[in-house]
């Protein structure tokens, strides 16, 4: 018996293979949740159906989150299809390409009302259809990274979304744990995913990342899974309001210039 036998996943955020949410998919699958899973635009199915049916899952609805219409549409489809859910993976960021290079001072308004929209707001706006259909509590997870904590150069509107969805995490947690519904958040290393690549110069940060990161090597989605099926699990069960590092340890770092770089450096 899998750590998720019995229970029931339901997964926004899944673009193609190299995406966090894929990952998670796949790992709450192989422990025998049952998967449901979600995407942003009809442009991305001719990716998500092929990787949904190799875990033989057949429920694949598109949302766009910014339109509770199609929230309500597809939380409804998922009660129709599962009856209730035990988690919610919200694995959703999208910030216009010109809101994330430059300064933050040039940060335009509709670009960063749009980005927290997406990037924020939606895992109330997904908690709150999910509800009815976690009677018994259950697993919300959703997806940060670094820089809503420190400076991270380029991320600029994309960073305070990040800040505003860990805040988020924590209330969600505080008012939903009498429901007995956990609500965590994975602060993941730097992946190359198909939003990470609207990040100008992101290919360069991911190889100063190897370097730089105590374990000295990159996060793989597979390894978010792994954090992502103890929140969702049993395992977490005493577990809410957490922000999970899962950087090779970037984060404890208050120098990022390793020996090796220093040592190259005199050279």
Request: proline share 3%; hydrophobic share 45%; aromatic share 6%.
């Amino acid at each position: 018996m899998g750590l998720m036998a019995g229970k029931t996943a339901l997964i926004f955020g899944v673009a193609n293979r190299n995406s966090i949410a894929w990952g998670i998919a796949q790992r709450l699958q192989e422990e025998g949740a049952r998967i449901g899973i979600s995407y942003a635009s009809a442009a991305l199915l001719k990716r998500v159906q092929p990787l949904a049916e190799s875990i033989g899952c057949d429920f694949i609805e598109p949302c766009d989150v910014t339109d509770d219409r199609q929230i309500e549409a597809v939380f409804q489809k998922a009660q129709e299809r599962f009856g209730t859910i035990d988690t919610l993976v919200h694995s959703l960021a999208y910030a216009p390409r010109e809101d994330l290079a430059g300064r933050m001072v040039d940060v335009s308004r509709d670009g960063f009302q749009q980005t927290l929209a997406i990037s924020a707001y939606s895992l109330i706006a997904l908690t709150r259809a999910a509800l009815p259909l976690m009677p018994a509590g259950g697993s919300i997870i959703s997806m940060t990274y670094y820089a809503a904590e420190k400076v991270i150069p380029r991320y600029n509107a994309m960073a305070i979304a990040k800040a505003s969805l860990e805040l988020i995490t924590k209330y969600l947690a505080a008012d939903l744990g009498s429901q007995q519904i956990r609500v965590n958040a994975i602060s993941a290393g730097a992946i190359k995913t198909l939003a990470a690549a609207g990040i100008p110069g992101f290919r360069d940060m991911l190889r100063f990342t190897q370097q730089a990161v105590p374990l000295r090597s990159l996060v793989h989605q597979r390894e978010v899974g792994d954090a992502a099926l103890f929140l969702a699990s049993d395992l977490s069960r005493q577990v809410t309001g957490e922000i999970l590092h899962v950087d090779a340890g970037y984060h404890v770092l208050g120098s990022t210039i390793t020996d090796e770089m220093m040592a190259q450096l005199k050279s």
